[in-house]
């Protein structure tokens, strides 16, 4: 049911990259229904949000006012959840807020300094003004999602914070309104897909243009972002979501079993991979999977997604292992093994990774800190998780001296003259002349 490889092969490179890509779906038709429905939102605003909500959502709505979410819904939301279910979106609040809070501190602000001719450089940080919040909603809805995108957010002082969210059939998630409750949202509309990202990107005569969009959405909500990029900030294109476990004798069989699926009842093309050097460890967790499988209640995806992307990795040792960890650069690296801090250094690209037999990847999904918002598919080479700094912009700052003026230009008039650009040459020289 679950793929067994050996790093040792000599075929092994390719059963691996054969092991992580995946077959991307036809797109043709997707990305001409979402050019549709943009160039719709931004020709027609309201009145396509309307229209399009009723169609995809099967909503029976006559105006905006009924896709917008009054903000004393939120609390209500919040009011209305059982105890233990408000204490656990509260806890999970403030640990994100209380992460977010240190990452700002670390060194996310604005720098001067004068440099030996007197010339002052530096830069200013700023947070930006308006932000778009996308999360699922309806019956897949996720008030973990709301958390860590809009507290981030606000911590790094946006002053505007939009959620969009569908609610197919006009149902409505009081767990996902409550997040946004506690994380402080400003302005909630009830409307999901392409038509959200279109109206969050140009604007309607409702829906705020914002600066960036964040947050996970399906194959329409990916693509639409993908074509509005440029016209407005994005935080990333995610794939699907994936876990590699690096573990040995150590290790507890069913909670490693667990961890796998955690990760795999996401979706069929979800990833979960283990890998060590205890031949016992993997041949025990491939025989007592389908024990565990069969009461699961999403079991048929977790099967699939383990069947088709799952895989049980042999190495030699534990720094083997780490070595193909980095070459999957995974979206979360969990380091279920005694001493497992010893080895963080020999980790180079992950999107998160949980040190220790006993700290499982799902406590960063929900109740860490950090955002669950992550590079995925290899992306951890040269991206990073959701953070404080996805929030703000920072611009040059440049003030010549005296004696800069004539240095600094007369450096750049020589430059712009062997680039052939005689204005910005003349610009320069009209600095220093006389002087």
Known sequence: MIHRIDASHAQFDQQLAALLDFPEKDRSSIVRIVREIIVDVRSRGDHALVELSNRFDKRAVQNMDQLIVDKSRLERAFRALESHKAEALRFSADRIRRYHEEQLKAGFKSWEFEDNLGNKLGQRVRPMHSVGLYAPGGK????????????????????????????????????????????????????????????????????????????????????????????????????PSEVVIVADDGADIECIIRDMFAQAEHDEMAQAILISPSLALLSAVNSRLPGILVNEPRREIIERSLSDRGALIQVADISEALKVANKIAPEHLQLAFEDARTYLDQVTWAGAVFLGTDTAEVVGDYSAGPSHVLPTSGSARFASPLGVYDFQVRSSVVECSAEGIVQLNSAAAIIADEEGLSAHAAAARSRFKGR
Do not use: W
């Open 140 to 239: 897949a809805a996720y008030p973990s999602t709301v958390l860590m995108t809009a507290i981030p957010a606000r911590v790094a002082g946006v002053k505007e914070l939009i959620l969009c969210v569908p609610m197919p059939k006009g149902e409505e998630n009081d767990s996902l309104l409550a997040a946004a409750h506690l994380a402080g949202v400003d302005c909630v509309f009830s409307i999901g897909g392409a038509q959200a990202v279109a109206a969050l990107t140009y604007g309607t005569e409702s829906v705020p243009r914002v600066d960036k969009i964040v947050g996970p959405g399906n194959i329409f909500v990916a693509t639409a972002k993908e074509m509005v990029f440029g016209d407005v900030g994005i935080d990333m294109i995610a794939g």
